[in-house]
């Protein structure tokens, strides 16, 4: 069988893993006979749009190996979502027309529910203009909301870092709270899913100890139960740790922090929930406070990986490839667990049209009856997740990062506008 080339590309926002992902397409297209060369678009799928190609077999060995380490987008992401195909065909037609020009048969996109669907269209525009292209979705997102898969490569990192966060966090404030800081919120990310939040709730295991509070996007926010429960929680303990997410909404689906505008997928760009909560407990409490916002600091945090998340990134993206060379067609590596203790999992293929644009929320189980915390059942789901370390070499004190050479590939069409 003739060698075809293969493209990979990175989607919407980065985590800590998901170089870890490109690191498993990369040493298992190198390892495959049917396999040519592998292109990386750089900055995602623009780079397929304008033809802005990276040579991935001009990156030794050492250096892809190094990638499983290091956090960030090694080839650039983007937010740039494909448009229907009807409104949009010009944008498909010209991915067809680079995917032709540079032999490419194999698309690996990495990324959430957003670039499932990019991932699909392209597949169904392949077909329908007789070009054999087999698309293969990497997942990938730190929310943890894709559907089918047990959870998503990515998001083990992040829970790992705020429930560490919040620990240590929470004996700054307790150490204090007698003569200073009585309220300490911890913003989080996730914008419709809680599941960042809930990871929160590891931080401690029993009546009184941090996070005293947590609040869901799936849960209606009431702002006089939530000061309540600040106020029972100071009387009681002395102090109160809050772990909100951005996506906390009032009962008519307001955000309680709404920046105004949207992002390029549409979304509403949030931000700023954690001050807004604090200033109504100090306007409601009088509490001194304290907020803080762990925006790109959660998702870049390496250094303090889930073992358990890389191994899964890692292995969707050698699982990537195995499909694609199985002639699987719109799939994704989805993760099976097959029980908690021991955490044990597999990986399966899932149909693309079952992921794409679908959100995977925090089951009402999940939620304690009053809203503010966790079920054991969500606490079993989560603690696998977290396990293991893996740290990064370091060099005089510092984690050592991949430095790829991003060597370019000649254009072969003429220029596109976006």
């Keep these: 069988m003739a060698q075809q080339n293969a493209f990979y590309a990175q989607s919407g926002g980065v985590t800590a893993v998901i170089n870890a992902s490109a690191c498993g397409v990369v040493e298992a297209c190198r390892e495959s006979d049917r396999i040519g060369k592998l292109y990386a678009g750089h900055n995602g799928i623009i780079g397929a749009l304008t033809e802005d190609l990276i040579d991935v077999s001009q990156e030794s060995d050492e250096a892809?190996?190094?990638?499983r380490h290091t956090p960030g987008g090694a080839f650039g992401s983007c937010r740039y979502k494909l448009k229907d195909i009807e409104s949009h065909r010009a944008q498909y037609e010209r991915l067809i027309e680079v995917f032709k020009a540079h032999d490419i048969g194999y698309f690996f996109y990495n990324g959430g529910g957003d670039s499932a669907d990019t991932c699909l269209k392209v597949s169904q525009l392949s077909e329908k203009l007789g070009y054999?292209?087999?698309?293969?979705?990497?997942?990938?997102?730190?929310?943890?909301?894709?559907?089918?898969?047990d959870n998503s490569?990515?998001?083990?990192?992040?829970?790992?870092?705020?429930?560490?966060s919040t620990r240590e966090a929470a004996l700054d404030i307790a150490s204090m709270c007698a003569t200073s800081t009585k309220v300490f919120v911890l913003e989080v990310m996730g914008r419709h899913a809680g599941w960042i939040a809930a990871a929160g709730a590891l931080?401690?295991?029993?009546?009184?100890?941090?996070?005293?509070l947590i609040v869901f996007p799936e849960v209606p926010f009431d702002r006089a139960a939530v000061m309540a429960r600040v106020e029972t929680s100071v009387k009681q303990y002395g102090y109160c740790v809050i772990v909100v997410s951005e996506g906390a909404r009032y009962e008519d689906g307001t955000f309680l922090a709404d920046a105004g505008n949207t992002d390029a997928f549409g979304h509403r760009q949030l931000g700023g929930v954690a001050p807004t909560l604090a200033g109504m407990i100090k306007q409601d409490l009088g509490y001194k406070y304290h907020w803080a916002v762990a925006d790109y600091l959660q998702r870049a945090a390496r250094h303090l990986a889930s073992r358990t998340d890389v191994e899964q990134a890692y292995a969707v993206g050698r699982k990537a490839v195995e499909l694609a060379l199985e002639g699987q067609n719109a799939k994704m590596p989805a993760i099976k667990r097959i029980s908690d203790d021991p955490y044990e999992w597999r990986i399966d293929a899932a149909p693309l049209a079952e992921v794409a644009n679908q959100e995977k929320f925090m089951p009402r189980e999940y939620i304690r009856d009053d809203g503010f915390g966790i079920t054991d059942a969500c606490r079993r789901y989560l603690s696998p997740l977290i396990q293991g370390e893996d740290f990064p070499p370091f060099d005089n004190g510092l984690p050592r990062m991949a430095e790829l050479k991003l060597v370019k590939v000649e254009r072969k069409l003429p220029q596109f506008t976006l």
């Excluded at 490569?153 to 560490?164: C, E, H, L, M, R």
């Excluded at 931080?203 to 005293?212: L, Q, R």
Aim: net charge negative; proline share 14%.
């Design 64 to 67: 892809i190996a190094a990638l």
């Design 132 to 149: 054999p292209l087999t698309a293969i979705h990497v997942p990938k997102t730190v929310d943890n909301d894709l559907p089918i898969t």
């Design 153 to 164: 490569p990515g998001f083990g990192s992040v829970a790992k870092y705020i429930a560490t």
């Design 203 to 212: 931080a401690g295991n029993g009546e009184g100890e941090p996070p005293h």
